[in-house]
Nanobody, 123 residues
Framework: LQLVESGGGSVQPGGSLRLSCAAS????????IGWFRQAPMKEREYVAV????????FNRDVVKGRFTISRENTESKVYLQMNSLEPEDTAVYYC?????????????????WGQGTQVTVSS
């Protein structure tokens, strides 16, 4: 069971990035996928979650209407579209999976983790 993130990089404030989370070794349909992030010297925090049925949950303090989450089960991928990026969004972004259809914000509820992708927002 594996998750691999991609799409990170360096952008200027106001820019956009689309992160991808590719699943292998399991059927994505039966898993809830969450995006989390961890900035230097800070605790990991949840960003957004999407269940197998497509229900979405966002950390409104983080997202502020700028991010969307989507999934393509036929491609075994989940996406995080990030717009209007701010320097405070600089962090390593992780996707994580948990079996079942429950939208959970607590990172301890996820058993499969990717290696992370770096997002840097600076001018």
């Amino acid at each position: 069971l594996q998750l691999v993130e991609s799409g990170g990089g360096s952008v200027q404030p106001g820019g956009s990035l689309r992160l991808s989370c590719a699943a292998s070794g399991f059927a994505l349909d039966y898993y809830t996928i969450g995006w989390f992030r961890q900035a230097p010297m800070k605790e990991r925090e949840y960003v957004a979650v999407i269940t197998g049925s497509g229900a979405r949950m966002f950390n409104r303090d983080v997202v502020k209407g700028r991010f969307t989450i989507s999934r393509e089960n036929t491609e075994s991928k989940v996406y995080l579209q990030m717009n209007s990026l701010e320097p405070e969004d600089t962090a390593v972004y992780y996707c994580a999976g948990r079996h079942g259809n429950g939208a959970v914000a607590d990172a301890s509820g996820y058993g499969i983790w990717g290696q992370g992708t770096q997002v840097t927002v600076s001018s």
